[in-house]
């Protein structure tokens, strides 16, 4: 019995026991997690090399996972083989899931081999799939592997990847690997939150307080959320399935721009901490050659970007180290200690985060911990920044109270000596203490004075008041009374500016030489006893000899003798009659009386300034007076008419005779109106008969930039008397066409111009076209055409050069007279304009059916487009329609670039007005 015992067992031990010797690992269903590379057997061969012949059964060949880590190899990437003993202890088969840490790896496979190393079963996974494409689980690599029950077999890896950087790999049940997946997703986007805060908060801070150093600090916490996003399934997810190897790619990058920002932040720190230039200097040349490199990482093979990396982020350990050690040194303020172990935590997880060596371990809950850690210690190090930062500042605050009562005390030794008054209150308001100036304001003596004088202080309702206070000596003063915060309170004497502001706003309000009403505040008091509706009389008084005695006796003695006309017909004026003198030579009255008791009392004025005699050194001086009443019978006449009115009826009183007093009635208008009328009709015929007439010319310019067509507009002016400037036809219109004088003044100017044009040939080649007005006579005038034609024979300026204007009103009015003409001067080839359009109801019917070269669109609609949407549209609507009928547009009244600009968007052809030149005289 005992020899088949021991039989049995040396058989079992046989089937149990590998052929290499290995001891396997037994797994069972209870299992959730194993990690498989510390019992991996290790092979670093080229990727040709198949699982057929990897020779699991020469020992010789394999390492172990220390020799694994010193193995150097070159070349290109190789394959990493490792292999195990299996032995499920299960009754039946048992699937498990082999999950690789490394999620950028180019090609992974698994395979199940018998102890001969002949092939069961086989997965592969190689990085060309999309990740969202893949069999398994999405954002890593994991494959699963059925082992069989009661079985040894062989579990060999293939992993195309550096010796140094071999992924942690780990033995899974699906269930566990599961959960444990979604767990380490949320911590992991759990901390790359928080890092996003704290990085947002550093910004923040820094913006508040100006400092670089926590730009950096928000700097070097991007980059570790980057470099943990980078480990973290919503990196993958989201952006590997659209470039499979940009992640992989990124990986190294973002570990370099960790080292970069890093470096920053301790070349920040050490500047922050102490200042020692040397140090400073060093910081920025390792700052600098991290930089260089980040520019030349691209350019490097694969192994030396490794390599880069290791040798960087040991190099910044080692500095960070010095910088530390050399800080507490020198620097040991309060919590500056604690400052420096974070330092030290920050550079060393950053340092297990991006060095080659170590990378690969960080998986499952050890990577956790270290996200976790640094998430924790990022924390703690911008709180102990932001904690520094408000001690200073606590600190700042406490002594600037330790040293108010100091300033405050200096702050009243100055203001003592100043030249404004000064004072301080106590909290119920009463005067504390005051400067010597104050004293001088208030006529006092001593501060006791003062107290007693004013013992509840000064009395004032808010921070600043005007007030008006009787000193010691009795004299009313203005005082500009300002209490600050702090129970100062400042005075001064502000007298004199008070004064003078009461004698500008009377100066404002009243005649400077008289001191009665002037003409604004008379108007004022007409108007508003106009809306008050209540009955109101103006008499105007215009005198005349004024200014012989001011060529006699000067302009001092013209006031005197206003001066005393004026008190005296203030005292014969009735009491409730408002005086005011509203020109150099009119006086007038506002009253309330009618018009029949108005009448008297402007006779009796005017009787009292026939009989004032002003006596100078020289001689006695006689004025000549007249006076025009106007009265309010309508409720809804305004105070100007009323005014205007009164002129008037002084202008009747003059044509009387002397000392002779009108009252305005309606047939006065008319008569005033005729006789103006005659007048113009007098001058207009003497410039008919004398040719006295003046010639302007106004530009018009193509609104397209690409032509350069010289046009203008010829204006008809009357000249005007001494320096007044020439008159335009409008003032005179009416007259001359009662006159009938515009018909011939149209021939005369049609002469001038073609005159010109012929003593003048360059000017009459480089002239596009050259616009005139035409008047109603003209349109009338059936030889009109005809002159016209037989003065283009004599001239060398062609016919279509010239282009006759009618306005939009006097083309509706004459319709059938401006169709004939226009008809006409289109027949010779002349172009015809209608001016003023928009003006009436019937303008687009005029477009329609008047034969037109151009039309000029209203002033009042183009000034006004820019802020007026409707004058805009109305604006458009003319030059699309006169588009459709081909007809040129042109915009008068364009005062600023930015209507030109409009105009040109709409498609305006010309554009007239301030903005391409005013009217000048026309040379000829």
């Known amino acids: ?251 190294v990058y973002i570990s370099q721009i960790l080292i970069v920002a890093l470096s920053w932040f301790i070349w920040e720190w050490s500047r922050f901490r102490f200042k020692l230039s040397r140090f400073n200097r060093i910081g920025y040349l390792i700052m600098m050659t991290t930089v260089a490199l980040t520019i ?132 119920d308001g009463s005067i504390k203490q005051v400067n010597r100036q104050l004293v001088k304001i208030l006529a006092a003596h001593s501060l006791e004075q003062v107290q007693a004088h004013w013992p509840n202080g000064f009395n004032i309702s808010g921070a600043r008041q005007l007030v008006a206070i009787e000193r010691l000596d009795g004299r009313k003063v203005w005082l500009d009374i300002e209490l600050f915060s702090d129970n100062t309170g400042r005075i001064a004497d502000i007298t004199k500016r008070m004064e003078a502001e009461v004698h500008l706003n009377f100066l404002a309000h009243h005649d400077a030489v008289t001191g009665l009403l002037n003409v604004r505040e008379f108007r004022r008091l007409l108007q508003n006893r106009l809306d008050n509706q209540k009955t109101a009389s103006v008499t105007i008084i215009r005198l005349t000899g004024l200014q012989v005695i001011a060529d006699q006796a000067g302009s001092d ?124 009709e007098v001058r207009l015929k003497k410039a008919l008969r004398e040719e006295d007439w003046q010639l302007f010319s106004q530009p018009l310019v193509s609104a397209s930039a690409g032509e350069d067509k010289h046009c203008f507009e010829v204006l008809l002016r009357l000249p005007g008397t001494g320096t007044d400037e020439a008159i335009a036809p409008q003032q005179f219109l009416r007259a001359a066409l009662r006159a009938g004088v515009m018909g011939k003044a149209d021939r005369w100017l049609v002469r001038e111009v073609i005159e010109h044009f012929n003593e003048q040939p360059f000017e009459a080649n480089r002239t596009w076209r050259c616009h005139i007005n035409l008047s109603t006579q003209s349109l009338e005038d059936v030889d009109f055409i005809r002159f016209l034609e037989q003065s283009l024979k004599q001239s060398i300026i ?37 001016d003023q359009f928009g003006t009436g109801f019937n303008s687009f019917q005029l477009l329609r059916q008047l034969p037109l070269t151009q039309i000029k669109i209203n002033r009042f609609w183009v000034q006004d487009m820019l802020v007026d949407a409707v004058d805009a549209e109305l604006v458009g609507s003319c030059v699309r329609i006169a588009k459709v009928l081909d007809i040129e547009v042109c915009a008068v009244g364009v005062e600023s670039d930015e209507a030109r600009i409009k105009l040109t968007q709409l498609g305006v052809d010309y554009v007239q007005g301030f903005v391409c030149g005013h009217p000048v005289e026309w040379q000829r």
């Not at 009618?594 to 006695?620: G, P």
């Not at 105070?639 to 305005?664: F, N």
């Not at 006759?804 to 319709?815: G, K, R």
């Open 296 to 427: 030349l990482l691209p350019w490097l093979p694969g192994p030396w970007k490794f390599a880069t990396i290791s040798w960087q982020i040991n190099a910044l350990l080692l500095w960070g180290g010095v910088v530390v050690g050399r800080s507490l040194q020198k620097h040991p303020v309060t919590g500056h200690k604690w400052q420096s172990v974070l330092m030290v935590l920050t550079v060393l997880s950053a340092w297990l985060l991006v060095s080659p060596r170590y990378n690969p371990i960080w998986e499952g809950l050890s990577g956790l911990l270290l996200y976790c850690g640094l998430t924790l210690v990022t924390t703690m190090f911008l709180l102990a920044l932001e904690r520094y930062r408000l001690s200073r500042l606590m600190r700042r605050i406490k002594n600037l109270e330790l040293n108010r009562k100091v300033l405050r005390r200096r702050l009243w030794r100055l203001l003592r000596r100043t030249g404004e008054g000064w004072f301080r209150v106590n909290a």
């Open 557 to 680: 003695g013209r006031d005197q003798a206003i001066l005393q006309l004026t008190l005296s017909l203030q005292q014969k004026a009735p009491k409730t009659a408002r005086v005011a003198r509203i020109s150099e030579t009119e006086i007038a009255l506002l009253s309330h009386e009618d018009e029949q008791a108005a009448f008297a009392q402007a006779h009796r004025l005017v009787q009292f300034c026939r009989e004032f005699r002003f006596s100078s050194e020289k001689r006695i001086f006689q004025l000549t007076a007249h006076a025009g009443i106007s009265y309010s019978t309508d409720a809804g006449v305004a105070a100007s008419t009323l005014m205007r009115q009164a002129r008037e009826a002084v202008q009747l009183a003059m044509q009387q005779g002397d000392y002779r007093v009108h009252s305005y009635s309606e047939a006065d208008q008319k008569r005033l109106v005729g006789q103006a009328e005659a007048e113009w």
């Open 1 to 251: 019995m005992f020899r088949l015992w021991l039989v049995g067992l040396v058989l079992i031990f046989g089937l149990v026991q590998p052929a290499s010797g290995q001891e396997p690992l037994t797994v069972s269903g209870q299992n959730t997690r194993l990690m498989l590379n510390e019992h991996f057997s290790y092979r670093v061969v080229n990727t040709e090399l198949k699982v057929d012949n990897i020779a699991i059964n020469e020992r010789q060949r394999w390492l172990s996972s220390e020799q694994l880590q010193d193995h150097n190899y070159a070349g290109e990437r190789p394959n990493v083989w490792g292999v195990v003993p299996l032995f499920n202890r299960s009754n039946a088969p048992l699937t498990f899931h082999l999950k690789f840490s490394d999620p950028y790896l180019k090609h992974v496979g698994t395979y199940l081999l018998d102890k001969n190393g002949q092939v069961m079963a086989s997965k592969a996974n190689r990085f060309s799939t999309p990740l969202l494409q893949r069999e398994f689980l999405s954002h890593e690599h994991v494959l699963p592997v059925t082992l069989p029950a009661n079985k040894i077999v062989w579990l060999a890896v293939s992993v195309e990847q550096w010796p140094e950087q071999m992924p942690a790999i780990s033995f899974w049940q699906p269930g566990d690997l599961q959960l444990r997946l979604q767990q380490q997703q949320t911590a992991l986007g759990v901390n790359a939150g928080i890092l996003m805060l704290l990085a947002l908060a550093a910004v923040v801070s820094a913006r508040l307080f100006g400092s670089r150093l926590l730009v950096s600090f928000g700097a070097m916490t991007v980059a570790f959320t980057l470099s943990l996003l980078l480990h973290s399934g919503v990196w993958i997810t989201y952006f590997t399935p659209y470039s499979p190897d940009i992640a992989a790619d990124l990986k």
């Open 798 to 834: 062609q016919p279509e050069q010239l282009v006759f204007e009618v306005a939009e009103p006097d083309a509706d009015q004459h319709f059938d007279e401006t169709y004939r003409l226009f008809k006409e001067l289109q027949d010779l080839g002349i172009g015809t304009a209608l």
